[in-house]
């Protein structure tokens, strides 16, 4: 596992958002990337990583890649591949990031399963009581009860180390789902006060939704026939 910082701000607030149910941590991450116009300052990479790069905008983006918003003094790590299997050692790599740059706090994005479409509930989890009041005006209750797995699962278990603070949404799909993305960046806007117009997201995280398709698709098409260490590579779910 390879950690590459440009720039090594001091004492952020790091949110990580990796692709899982509804592709919720994904379609969060890139929606704060670009609505904060936030840079590239570092990667993490890993031979267990597929060598898949997106370009975007005539650039090449790394796989698991690391963004940072200045006046907020963000980092935002966004994923575009599943990390199954190296989930400890990514965990690894953001505990490394948290304690070089002394944060403040690491803040997972996850989706929850639901078979209750009749709405979206929101939940947190926090290890400190500060971090957990900061959730009072927001309409998220605090998770009393569930299985979490995948790397906000290996960063809480290092909860003892850093700051762990977990956000989660009901998703009632295994597609991407912007509804459920929507509620997630309305309560980082009132937890963080990240001043994010979250009003128009819907329409905005429904072309994100549309493109993260089209990735998908892509990659799915190129890596049926991909052997990786001699097992078939599935990226999302």
């Not at 990479?45 to 963000?74: R, W």
């Not at 009072?136 to 909860?159: C, D, F, R």
């Amino acid at each position: 596992m390879e950690l590459k910082l440009k720039e090594c701000p001091k004492n952020p607030t790091i949110i990580e958002g990796f692709p899982g149910v509804g592709l919720i941590g994904t379609i969060t991450t890139e929606y704060l990337i670009k609505h904060l116009k936030a840079k590239a300052i570092g990667f993490i990479k890993s031979e267990e990583i597929a060598p898949i790069a997106a370009v975007h905008e005539g650039k090449v983006v790394q796989p698991l890649e690391l963004y940072y918003v200045k006046s907020k003094n963000l980092i935002i790590v966004h994923s575009l591949v599943d990390v199954r299997g190296i989930e400890w050692e990514i965990a690894e790599a953001l505990t490394e990031v948290y304690k070089k740059l002394k944060a403040k706090e690491i803040i997972s994005i996850e989706g929850i399963m639901s078979q209750d479409v009749t709405s979206i509930k929101t939940y947190y989890f926090a290890n400190k009581t500060i971090q957990a009041k900061k959730f009072a005006n927001s309409s998220a209750k605090p998770l009393k009860e569930g299985i979490l797995m995948g790397v906000t699962a290996a960063l809480l278990l290092h909860s003892k180390d850093i700051i762990t603070t977990g956000v989660f949404v009901e998703t009632h799909t295994k597609l991407p789902d912007s509804m459920a993305s929507a509620r997630i960046i309305e309560i980082l806007d009132i937890y963080l006060n990240l001043g994010v117009d979250y009003k128009p997201l819907e329409k905005a995280a429904k072309e994100f939704e549309d493109k993260l398709k089209d990735y998908v698709g892509k990659i799915d098409k190129n890596t049926e026939k991909t052997d990786v260490h001699n097992k078939k590579v599935n990226y999302f779910g």
